[in-house]
């Protein structure tokens, strides 16, 4: 699945570009256990945020994003299980900015099942534009 870049993201971007308004807040990285396909018109509400043992979003601190071209991306992001016996289904992961979601994207591999302890999802944020 594509990377979706949802309304309220776009809208983000607009507003920086013509130095409307300047993101005043680092991006949140939240990985979604709904079994959702991300549209266009999707909020935050849209995804169910996962909630195994150890998960914990990601705040992405803008000046760490390495900008020296097109796509911009971010370190991998690591989110590891720290309890056994759980059953939970990853499906995708999405990024929100303070409550707008900016965009989602669904595991073209996936769902990932965390069930035991050191289970891992590892996702590197990278958005281009062409």
């Not at 409307?20 to 709904?34: C, E, F, I, P, V």
């Not at 914990?56 to 020296?68: C, E, K």
């Not at 989110?79 to 990853?90: D, E, I, L, P, R």
Request: proline share 3%.
């Amino acid at each position: 699945m594509a990377l979706v870049v949802c309304d309220g993201g776009e809208l983000i971007a607009l507003k920086a570009l013509v130095n409307h308004t300047a993101q005043s807040t680092d991006l949140t990285l939240k990985l979604y256990k709904s079994d959702t396909t991300p549209g266009n018109t999707d909020t935050a509400a849209t995804y169910t945020e996962a909630d195994f043992t150890g998960y914990s979003a990601a705040t992405l601190t803008g000046s760490s994003w390495v900008v020296t071209g097109n796509p911009v991306t971010y370190a991998k992001q690591t989110f590891t299980s720290s309890a056994g016996s759980q059953n939970q289904n990853v499906y995708g992961y999405f990024i929100v900015a303070g409550a707008a979601l900016v965009y989602a994207e669904r595991f073209t591999d996936g769902p990932y099942n965390i069930a035991n302890d050191g289970d891992k999802i590892e996702v590197t944020p990278s958005l281009g534009a062409d």
